[in-house]
């Protein structure tokens, strides 16, 4: 997670709308909005019937992933770390279609090597969804020993589980990609302290996710995606994972019903927020987006971009969680007819 984000009203349980509290310096207009949590988008969604058996992802395994990836230590942009978990996530890609996008991004703290893992499981419908997260570690606390295990860790982790779900079978369905993306987070510091070297997160952040949205939209790629979601901090045991404003209502909305449908709803989308995120790129070119981040972590966010993200905070049970709910989430999308197009 990169550090812009604004939290505009938290929803009770009976529909009570209070401010919270107003985390950036410009968001003052937020306060004029009230909309519900859970509000469907404007036009009703077909939900396509809930039968068949749900699915379930293995909390265990994915902590076990998350542990060992973690284990590696700091892994910033241009590490010996960070390669080491390059070699980690391919080494549990094995005989999978994997695309490596490797460039060279040009920072404010110089030129560093950048490298997305795309893994493709093909399925049977012309279309293809995409599963993201990051996996650096925040660049500016590389001499420190943050490890970010919920924030580049779980995500990563838990799509290594996916892969599990996803290979070796045809899907009856469209094709999903999961992309393991780099340099995510911003090279100086995030403006979530307030230093005076601070850069603009837009423009120093999001760096491996931009060229791959940009390489897509190039070669035509883009048009047959018809759904980009993002997982960010999604390993809390405390989970809540956030609605964010700069996500795509209808798809929002089918990742709520994936959840009531898994019986976990009590975890999603208490909280409103606008987040920037990873799904930036996509959304500003029309991919129906949605980022999965639990944004509440430790009191006052504690735990964010701090050493103490740690596996300790973390729970294989909210692994499971958001897990079943992105299994449960592309198996309605394969079954909804038509798709929304934004
Ligand atoms: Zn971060």
Redesign the pocket.
């Known amino acids: 997670?990169?550090?812009a984000t604004r939290l505009s009203w938290i929803l009770l349980a009976g529909g009570l709308a209070v401010i919270a509290c107003d985390r950036d310096k410009d968001s003052s207009a937020a306060q004029n909005t009230s909309v519900s949590a859970s509000a469907p988008a404007i036009q009703p969604l077909n939900f396509p019937p809930d039968h068949g058996p749900l699915p379930s992802a293995d909390g265990d395994r994915a902590m076990q992933y998350v542990k060992e990836i973690v284990k590696f230590g700091p892994r910033p942009l241009g590490s010996a770390n960070h390669k080491k978990v390059e070699e980690y996530v391919a080494s549990h890609l094995k005989g999978d279609q994997v695309e490596d996008d490797i460039f060279t991004a040009d920072t404010p703290e110089g030129k560093f090597p950048v490298h997305n893992i795309i893994a493709k499981y093909p399925g049977t419908k012309d279309g293809i969804i995409i599963i993201a997260s990051?996996y650096d570690?925040?660049y500016p606390l590389r001499n420190t020993s943050f490890v970010?295990a919920n924030?580049?860790a779980s995500s990563s982790g838990l799509l290594l589980e996916l892969a599990n779900h996803l290979r070796g079978k045809q899907r009856e369905g469209y094709s999903v990609w999961l992309v393991w993306d780099d340099a995510?987070?911003?090279m100086k510091p995030?403006g979530s302290g307030g230093q005076p070297n601070e850069m603009p997160f837009s423009a120093d952040s999001l760096y491996g996710i931009t060229h791959l949205a940009e390489k897509w939209q190039a070669d035509g790629t883009l048009k047959n995606v018809k759904a980009f979601i993002l997982t960010?901090?999604i390993g809390d045991a405390d989970l809540n994972v956030d609605r964010d404003t700069n996500s795509t209502p209808w798809l929002e909305d089918v990742v709520y019903e994936a959840a009531k449908r898994l019986g976990y709803q009590s975890h999603f989308f208490g909280i409103q927020r606008e987040v920037s995120d990873d799904h930036l790129p996509f959304v500003k070119r029309g991919v129906p987006s949605s980022d999965l981040i639990d944004f509440t972590y430790g009191y006052n966010l504690a735990y964010?971009?701090t050493t103490e993200?740690t596996i300790d905070k973390l729970s294989p049970r909210s692994l499971q969680i958001v897990g079943g709910v992105v299994l449960e989430t592309l198996r309605i999308l394969d079954k909804m007819e038509p798709l929304p197009a934004k």
Do not use: C, F, P, Q
Request: aromatic share 6%.
């Open positions: 997670m990169t550090g990051h570690t925040n970010g924030d580049g995510e987070e911003a995030d960010d901090m964010w971009h993200d």
